[in-house]
């Protein structure tokens, strides 16, 4: 029996069928994509428009400026961290001006040709009067050393010289960690003067002397990075006049205050 040889050329071709992914070939093998119409692009870039906007209405404004318009940022929590960002990017950029509006100045101040002349001047006329007196008093030393023995006169001397520890009506001590902010304020009558003074402790804080009440406002002075302050509040008005500190250093930072004069009370957290 004479068997037969299989020719491939005489095989029956296979028929073409659909691409799974919604694609067919044409007779030449070559793979045709799906045809779009122009009202399927605009219902699908409407549809990318709308989920976009409730996005941004929903969550990233809440979130980002504490602009809600639905509600639905407050009820999640949004609102409140977007007021939170809000209010340390306004802290910074009162920093930020306030620092910026003092440097020229003293720059301009030192760079001064007729200042620095003048301090010259006066250095020297200093300098010249030092010499003078000291020249002067040279022959004094001598009879006074004689004439007070170091025995008698020493503890009168360190006697005098003892500083005398302030006595404050009220003391108050606080620690901030990073980024936290405290305030305290004297009920204070208009016109009353209270000493103050507050140290970080061999840190740095920002702070914001301030008062309000009586339907009024007032700022009396702001710093940045400063180790303490001392000196004399005087109330402008009616109210509760006092300081705003923040920690913007990576570390803890304990704040004492003490105060005395005239004021009602203290008022703390």
């Known amino acids: 029996m004479q068997r037969q040889q299989f020719d491939i050329s005489k095989a029956p071709a296979q028929p073409l069928r ?3 992914r919604g694609r067919t070939m044409d ?13 399927g692009l605009i ?8 989920a976009a906007g409730a996005i941004l209405v929903l ?15 407050r009820v999640m929590g949004l609102t409140q961290m977007g007021e939170i960002k809000q209010q340390l990017y306004a802290e910074a ?14 720059v301009a101040t030192s760079s001064d040709p007729e200042v620095l002349d003048r301090l010259v001047a006066i250095e020297t006329q200093v300098a010249a009067i030092a010499a003078i007196v000291g020249a002067e008093r040279a022959p004094e030393t001598p009879e006074v050393a004689v004439a007070a023995p170091a025995e008698v006169e020493a503890p009168a001397v360190a006697a005098a010289e003892a500083p005398v520890a302030p006595v404050w009506r009220d003391t108050w001590s606080f620690t901030l ?3 936290e902010g405290i305030e305290a304020k004297l009920r204070m009558q208009e016109g009353e003067q209270a000493e103050f003074e507050w140290t970080a402790n061999g840190a ?9 009440g009586s339907g009024q406002e007032i700022s009396y002075e702001q710093g940045r990075a400063v180790p303490g302050q001392a000196g004399i509040l005087t109330a402008a008005f009616t109210g509760n006049h006092g300081w705003f500190w923040r920690n913007r250093t990576e570390a803890p930072v304990t704040m004492t205050l ?11 957290p």
């Open 18 to 20: 659909a691409d799974p």
């Open 27 to 39: 007779a030449e093998g070559h793979i045709r994509g799906v045809e779009a119409s122009s009202g």
């Open 43 to 50: 219902r699908a870039t409407l549809g990318s428009a709308a």
């Open 59 to 73: 969550f990233w404004l809440p979130a980002e400026y504490g602009i809600d318009a639905t509600g639905l940022g």
């Open 93 to 106: 950029a009162a920093e930020d001006a306030a620092l910026a509006a003092t440097s020229p100045t003293v």
């Open 177 to 179: 960690q990073p980024g």
């Open 204 to 212: 740095v804080l920002n702070h914001d002397m301030h008062g309000d």
């Open 258 to 268: 003490h105060v005395r004069g005239e004021y009602e009370r203290l008022l703390t």
